[in-house]
């Protein structure tokens, strides 16, 4: 064997030149350990959602509907908070619209108590309403939101229902389910105040919606 760089013969076994120290070719220096490939960065884990968010507490409910229709005022003999609001609009004849939202919480909810509530609430804003005689450019709409985490059937079937007709005054009867976390009300429009009976649904599910 001879040295690839300067030609100098190299023993038998011999590792490095005699004459200028290079390795001879074929020797390897001490063996190293071969690198290991990195460990994998963790990932981190997927974020799960919730697939139920379950039922909201009324009083959560009532914080909600405070947010967009301002402090409610208690009213003792309907056991329900109410909150007034005025609107104007030119493409109802120039007229005013008084609106009383009332919101009343029910351990179970029926068709009965829905409409002995309603019905209710519909009186009371007659009672303290004030200003012009309704029908004079002015009238007067009343929503009953009734909260419930039991809601039966026969109270949904209700609201869905056209409510009684009233002179210059709406009366729409609205379920709030807690436990769904979803409303019901009248989606038709009566032929008596049509005019006004698609604005009246839009608001109550402005005000009364969960989101």
């Known amino acids: 064997m001879f040295c690839y760089k300067c030609g100098t013969r190299i023993p038998d076994g011999g590792k ?13 220096a001490a063996s190293q350990p071969a690198p290991q490939p990195a ?17 909201m507490p009324f009083e959560d409910y009532r914080s909600l509907l405070e947010g967009r ?6 009213v003792p003999e309907l056991n329900a908070w109410m909150y007034y609001s005025e609107e104007f609009r030119i493409k109802w004849g120039a007229s005013k619209m008084k609106k009383y939202v ?3 919480a029910f351990e179970k909810l029926d068709a009965q ?27 007067v709409s009343s929503f009953a939101i009734a909260a419930s985490n039991a809601v039966g059937q026969d109270a949904v079937d209700l609201a869905l229902q ?3 007709k009233h002179y210059a005054a709406f009366e729409l009867p609205v379920i709030a389910d807690l436990q769904n976390r979803r409303i019901c ?6 032929m008596w105040g049509a005019l006004l009976w698609k604005d009246i649904r839009n608001f109550a599910t402005a005000c009364a919606k969960f989101e």
Not at 185 to 190: D, V
């Open 69 to 74: 229709l301002g402090i409610g005022q208690f």
């Open 16 to 28: 490095f030149c005699p004459a200028c120290g290079t390795a001879a070719q074929g020797s390897t």
């Open 113 to 139: 108590a829905l409409r002995t509530y309603s019905d209710a609430c519909i009186k009371h804003a007659l009672k303290i309403y004030q200003g012009l005689p309704r029908g004079f450019q002015t009238g």
């Open 162 to 164: 056209i409510p009684p």
């Open 102 to 104: 009332f919101l009343s």
């Open 185 to 190: 009300h009248m989606q038709r429009t009566p």
């Open 39 to 55: 460990e994998p960065f963790p990932q981190p884990s997927p974020i799960t959602q919730a697939t139920s968010n379950g039922a």
